[in-house]
């Protein structure tokens, strides 16, 4: 069996020890870069050290559930995430697939198709553009793992919806961001997607980071389509 050309790095977060050493003795044997994780938690903060190319994640974790990390992960990372689990009903399968999951395997589960699904998740993964958990524009450092932003090292403080804009703009660099995108990543009811509030909370966001808010140096208004986030 084939060996991948470059070791491709992929973050396991299992519980059962006994399949944590068997997926290291599999993964490791064709050459992957394997790291391992026992909880939802310990696993979020190794994909943020890490920045894997692959996360195979289990449903059932001691702390918390899988489909939390899931959820957790696709805040910022692109990367694909194989869900390998005892639970195969069909709704637990429908749940992760929606929360961002590309493939479910059910335990247990033969080595051969293991290794075939991430041969699969791995080519098409190629063509995406892979997110680094850090984005660093002019003096600003933006965490998309840790939800944190920096600038000339001190951290700024910014509310939960200030956030969201800001990850979406600077995760689209350059590319203009209308209003509509920004109102369904921060607002899961219609009836909240104003524009005009969505103004306000750009309008706050920019007193926290740009040198003169009147003279935008980061985030730019396209008039009546939405903004534009600029690293230079």
């Known amino acids: 069996m084939s060996s991948p050309e470059r070791s491709v790095r992929i973050l396991v977060i299992d519980d059962e020890e006994s399949i944590r050493r068997a997926l290291q003795s599999i993964l490791s044997l064709r050459k992957y870069d394997v790291t391992l994780a026992s909880g939802g938690a310990e696993g979020i903060e190794k994909a943020i050290e890490t920045n894997p190319e692959l996360v195979v994640l289990d449903l059932s974790l001691p702390d918390m559930d899988g489909k939390d990390v899931c959820r957790e992960l696709r805040t910022w990372m692109n990367s694909p995430i194989l869900i390998l689990s005892v ?32 041969r699969a ?22 965490s998309l793992a840790k939800r944190q932003l920096l600038r000339q090292g001190q951290e700024i403080a910014l509310t939960r919806t200030e956030f ?29 997607r104003d524009p005009a509030l969505l103004r306000v909370h750009v309008s706050n966001l920019r007193k926290k980071i740009e040198p003169d808010p009147s003279l935008p140096r980061y985030i730019h208004t396209e008039p009546g389509v939405g903004f534009r986030f600029s690293a230079q």
């Open 87 to 118: 639970r195969g009903n069909e709704s637990d399968k429908v749940q992760a697939l929606d929360l961002g999951a590309d493939d479910y395997l059910t335990k247990p589960f033969q080595a051969g198709e293991l290794l075939a699904r991430i």
């Open 121 to 142: 998740i791995l080519r098409r993964a190629e063509s995406r553009i892979i997110q680094p958990p850090e984005i660093v524009a002019g003096d600003l450092i933006i």
């Open 164 to 192: 969201e804009i800001l990850s979406l703009l600077a995760q689209n660099i350059d590319c203009v961001v209308t209003y509509r995108m920004l109102s369904e990543r921060i607002w899961d009811d219609r009836e909240e």
